[in-house]
């Protein structure tokens, strides 16, 4: 705190942070590493990453964005959303409509205008709410306006209502659980419970083609990096300091002058678009979207990455959501039946034992062992004090 | 005006109250209370416990809304209009009775978040430490004796120093009008009379409302008190003069 580097503001803000400059400096090697390999060396040889395994780190590079996004709003200001998956989703659809309207006259139809499960339901004309989704501008400006202009509603409504703790928890959960059942509707027009998928190609790339997949991957490494430096940036400022002064002593903060609502609506606002970047960079790698982008569970899981990370740090929640994507991965493919007892089980034991997250794993070892007693202020922001908030 | 004929009295005022009435569930926690301070006063008000000391704070900071009644700040603002942060900015500060700091916050942040100006969400975000804001935490830390815990997380600090540091992030909002509710619960007796110094260093810029229950603090304090007891005003004068009030001594004192 008091030997701050000075410069300019990009370079204060990386320099002043040792975890993240290192974690940025690897998320970018394996961003120009994996695309390398997949691409360069031949199916075979030692170096060679192959495209599953390139696509599947892309999507933890996509979970991670969106567990940053998560950790912002509940790390920083207390606001435990159990419906982040909707923005996610809500991103990953704004996407697939793109993707669909892509495929133009390729479908099992061969309409030009419209999308086949539009055909298949006899409709005529394209609904307005596709209109400008075959613009790729267009798409990308709706990944941020559909889950930013939801999260300003619902913000607005709950925030300003001074809606808090685990009731603010249970209508976020409502709202995708909504959503899940609106989505699932044929007549919604979006695909109804088969969503968006059979994509061929974005902006004229081949899907399929491993370079068109290294793109997208290294894609997705940029967007948590510039994803993370936005937080950063967030809670570095003094609007960090007034987001933690908020979870921790709400009155306190109304009672020095700051309007808590507008407060807690920026940043819910800007993690729900970064929410929603994280799902667009999903679907053109998973080759899907469907309602149960929606599921209550998926925003539960989201939780626990930032949980089992270390809440409150930013880059433990992109630890987090690796290391818990990287076991899920693992154990339903070893005992399938058994992961959610797992996942439930690793919840239960980061709360007790590890309330600062395998990030806090080494400052815990660190109090224990090598210092006499009375340590345990050293790790800032995810105080003990928050934890009655949630 | 139309705010200003409502006003009963002649004399300007900082704070105006009159027939503020509170009820919660059938229960007046304030009954037709009329109060009022002027410019530069400081003020003690002392009562029995559920006698509507912390009702009155919150109903002047925008907290909770009075069934009936008239509250005017510097005799323009209608204060029961407002919500707890435009009270703030207009230029009443609060101090809670429980010390209410950020814990996970380091003193010197505390401060700087405290001072005047800069509320919004875009101000917040741009926010750039200047001189002029340094010099302010600066005089302000002389005032608190927290000099050297400025880099330290406020939660470390102990009970008395963390009702300092209150203290000092309501000079740092330059509030008009400080409410202050117990300031010397789990002080020292040293922290005590320390505390009614700076409170009367204070009171040559600010006007004052003090609750407190301890006696030493408010003689030391030496100004007007006001005896609350079931929502309204029981008494009002000098300590010796409610002190020896038969009605202040049935009701409070004499437990």
């Known amino acids: ?390 | 005006m139309s705010l200003a004929k409502t006003k009963h009295i002649d004399q300007p005022t900082v704070l105006y109250m009159d027939g503020v009435s509170v009820s919660f569930d059938g229960f007046k926690a304030l009954n037709s209370l009329s109060l009022f301070i002027e410019p530069g006063e400081m003020r003690a008000i002392i009562g029995p416990n559920g006698a509507g000391k912390t009702t009155m704070m919150d109903v002047i900071t925008g907290k909770t809304r009075p069934d009936e009644g008239t509250i005017l700040f510097n005799d323009e603002h209608d204060l029961t209009r407002f919500d707890e942060a435009q009270v703030a900015n207009m230029g009443v500060g609060r101090k809670f009775q429980k010390p209410s700091v950020i814990e996970s916050l380091t003193v010197f942040e505390n401060l700087e978040m405290s001072l005047k100006g800069g509320r919004s969400v875009w101000q917040a975000l741009t926010h750039k430490l200047t001189s002029a804001k340094q010099d302010k935490i600066d005089e302000i830390l002389s005032m608190i004796d927290l000099k050297d815990r400025l880099y330290e997380d406020a939660g470390s600090l102990s009970h008395g120093q963390k009702q300092w540091l209150e203290i000092g992030m309501l000079l740092g909002q330059e509030p008009e009008l400080l409410l202050i509710d117990e300031p010397a619960a789990g002080m020292t007796d040293e922290e005590t009379m320390k505390t009614a110094e700076l409170f009367k260093e204070l009171s040559k810029k600010h006007s004052l409302m003090v609750v407190e229950h301890d006696m030493d603090f408010i003689e030391a304090l030496d100004c007007r008190v006001t005896v609350l007891h079931e929502g309204s005003v029981l008494a009002e004068g000098s300590l010796a003069n409610v002190k020896n009030n038969q009605q202040v001594i049935e009701v409070y004192l004499g437990r």
Request: hydrophobic share 55%; glycine share 12%.
């Open chain 1, 1 to 390: 705190m008091k030997q701050e580097i000075k410069g300019g503001p990009l370079t204060r803000l990386i320099m002043n942070d040792v975890a993240g400059r290192r974690m940025m400096a690897i998320i970018l090697a394996i961003a120009v590493i994996v695309p390398f390999c997949n691409l360069m060396f031949p199916e075979g040889s030692a170096f060679h990453v192959s495209t599953y395994t390139m696509t599947l780190l892309g999507k933890y590079l996509c979970y991670a964005l969106l567990a940053v996004a998560v950790d912002l709003i509940w790390g920083y200001c207390g606001i435990l959303s159990l419906g982040h998956g909707a923005f996610f989703a809500l991103g990953g659809y704004a996407m697939g409509m793109y993707l669909m309207r892509q495929i133009g006259d390729r479908g099992v139809y061969a309409n030009p205008e419209l999308p086949d499960f539009m055909v298949f339901l006899n409709w005529t004309e394209l609904p307005w709410y596709w209109y400008g989704f075959d613009q790729f501008w267009f798409a990308m400006v709706m990944v941020l306006a559909a889950p930013g202009i939801l999260a300003f509603v619902f913000g607005a409504l709950a925030f300003r209502s001074r809606v808090t703790g685990v009731y603010l928890s249970i209508i976020t959960q409502a709202l995708t659980y909504a959503l899940l059942l609106a989505f699932f509707r044929n007549d919604m027009g979006f695909g109804g419970n088969n969503g968006l998928t059979d994509f061929k190609d974005i902006l004229g790339f081949d899907l399929q083609a491993d370079s068109t997949r290294a793109a997208l991957f290294f894609a997705s490494g940029i967007a948590l990096i510039l994803g993370y430096l936005i937080s950063r940036f967030i809670v570095t400022s003094k609007l960090g300091r007034v987001l933690v002064a908020i979870r921790d002593s709400e009155s306190r903060a109304r009672f020095l002058g700051y309007r808590v609502e507008w407060y807690k609506l920026f940043v819910f606002v800007v993690s729900a678009m970064l929410a929603g970047v994280a799902g667009a960079l999903y679907v053109p790698q998973v080759g899907i979207i469907n309602p149960g982008e929606f599921a209550p569970i998926n925003s539960i899981e989201m939780i626990i990455w930032v949980a089992v990370g270390g809440r409150g740090t930013l880059f433990g929640a992109v630890i987090g959501a690796v290391l818990v994507n990287y076991a899920k991965t693992y154990f339903t493919g070893a005992f399938a039946e058994l992961w959610l007892f797992m996942l439930g089980g690793l919840f239960v034991l980061t709360t007790l034992y590890l309330p600062k997250g395998v990030v806090g794993l080494w400052a815990q070892i660190k109090d224990k062992f090598f210092s006499s007693g009375g340590g345990g202020q050293s790790g800032k922001p995810a105080t003990d004090n928050a934890e009655g908030k949630i």
